[in-house]
T-cell receptor, first 108, second 114 residues
Framework: KNEVEQSPQNLTAQEGEFITINCSYS?????LHWLQQHPGGGIVSLFM???GKKKHGRLIATINIQEKHSSLHITASHPRDSAVYIC??????????FGKGTKLSVIP | KAGVTQTPRYLIKTRGQQVTLSCSPI?????VSWYQQTPGQGLQFLFE???????NKGNFPGRFSGRQFSNSRSEMNVSTLELGDSALYLC?????????????FGEGSWLTVV
């Protein structure tokens, strides 16, 4: 069974700060997803990674397959980035295993 | 292009009743998966369907069931509701459900069991 650990659980940042959220998993995977959930419930897929690094606007996601570790970075954070960020991994089956999420609050 | 649509958005049921939730995937997507989200357990996988076949099932009791229709629309059913079934139920769709596909989530159905 794949265990997914995220850190930190909660994060408060000042607007403009550089933010890093970490995700570690216990077994080999075929893909890792970073998801964003705003209050109200809806989830948006930010990135899907199987290797290397991806960038979209101010968001950067990296994965180290050997270390079983991924990071999500937010540059020049903004209050609208306030949300819960969730890491999810797929280990070959059609089932996703989720981390507990990181609640990010960005203060103006 | 319409996103993933879930109905109803909010519902209140009494213990012992049953509930059916519906999910319409993005047009062309053949994989639909269901998840339960609670404050204590976070997001948990319920089941995944592809072309009307259940391909994988999470660790939930038999009271939780689902199906997928030929047009890829899916329903999940929970029978004999318990207080602990109160949760946000999320549906997601993707082209084929394998690791190469991006997944798209609906807004969810908030179920309260009283």
């Amino acid at each position: 069974k794949n265990e997914v650990e995220q850190s930190p659980q909660n994060l408060t940042a000042q607007e403009g700060e550089f933010i890093t959220i970490n995700c570690s998993y216990s077994v080999g995977i075929s893909a890792l997803h970073w998801l964003q959930q705003h209050p109200g419930g809806g989830i948006v897929s930010l990135f899907m990674l199987s290797s290397g690094k991806k960038k979209h606007g101010r968001l950067i996601a990296t994965i180290n397959i050997q270390e079983k570790h991924s990071s999500l970075h937010i540059t020049a954070s903004h209050p609208r980035d306030s949300a819960v960020y969730i890491c999810a991994v797929r280990a070959g089956s059609y089932q996703l295993t989720f981390g507990k999420g990181t609640k990010l609050s960005v203060i103006p | 292009k319409a996103g993933v649509t879930q109905t109803p958005r909010y519902l209140i049921k009494t213990r012992g009743q049953q509930v059916t939730l519906s999910c319409s995937p993005i047009s062309g997507h053949r994989s639909v998966s269901w998840y339960q989200q609670t404050p204590g357990q976070g997001l948990q996988f319920l089941f995944e369907y592809f072309s009307e076949t259940q391909r994988n099932k999470g660790n939930f009791p038999g009271r939780f069931s689902g199906r997928q229709f030929s047009n890829s629309r899916s329903e999940m059913n929970v029978s004999t509701l318990e207080l602990g079934d109160s949760a946000l139920y999320l549906c997601a769709s993707s082209l084929a459900g394998d690791s190469g596909n991006t997944i798209y989530f609906g807004e969810g159905s908030w179920l309260t069991v009283v």
